[in-house]
């Protein structure tokens, strides 16, 4: 998830990782600087967290997105033949992930998320992190969201 503003040029990024059931295990929040157009934003933001779910060697894990174009990037080159050179970039930090998939995902079931990654910007959260859990201040966004994200 992320949230760009184009007048400063500032990305919020965060992610959220589930387990099966739909649990919180891990989330994080990252800010971006000098971040020009919405796709360098999407494109930055996604590389981020794939990098980060190397990292922290999950093998297997559905990559959840609200934007189309990425996810279309993904499932259907062909169709978003102009972002090959995303498509490329991203299948690369892909590369040492066993097991992956893209899907759309709604707004309301990334709500969490999304207030994490808006408060980079509206909020002036620069510092980035890595965290165990839900973040205390969402708990009730993340467990509102539960049953939608593990398909309940």
């Known amino acids: 998830m992320q949230h760009w503003r184009s007048m400063i ?3 919020g990024a965060a992610w959220v990782l589930r387990d099966e059931s ?9 800010a971006f600087s000098r971040i020009e157009t919405k796709d360098e934003a999407n494109l930055c933001a996604t590389r981020w967290a794939v990098g980060c779910m190397r990292d922290h060697h999950i093998n297997q894990i559905i990559f959840a997105a609200e ?4 996810v279309g990037v993904i499932n259907r ?3 978003w033949s102009s972002y090959a050179f995303h ?5 690369v930090s892909l590369q040492n992930i066993r097991d992956w998939k893209f899907t759309l995902e709604t707004h309301s079931s990334n709500r969490g998320v999304s207030l994490i990654a808006q408060s980079v910007v509206t909020c002036n959260h620069l510092l980035s992190y890595v965290a165990f859990g839900a973040s205390f201040w969402l708990i009730d966004f993340f467990d509102n969201e539960r049953p939608l994200a593990s398909g309940a």
């Open 67 to 70: 934007v189309a174009e990425l």
């Open 77 to 79: 080159p062909k169709t």
């Open 9 to 11: 040029q500032i990305l």
């Open 87 to 91: 498509r490329a970039d991203l299948l």
């Open 22 to 30: 739909g649990q919180v295990r891990l989330h994080s929040r990252r």
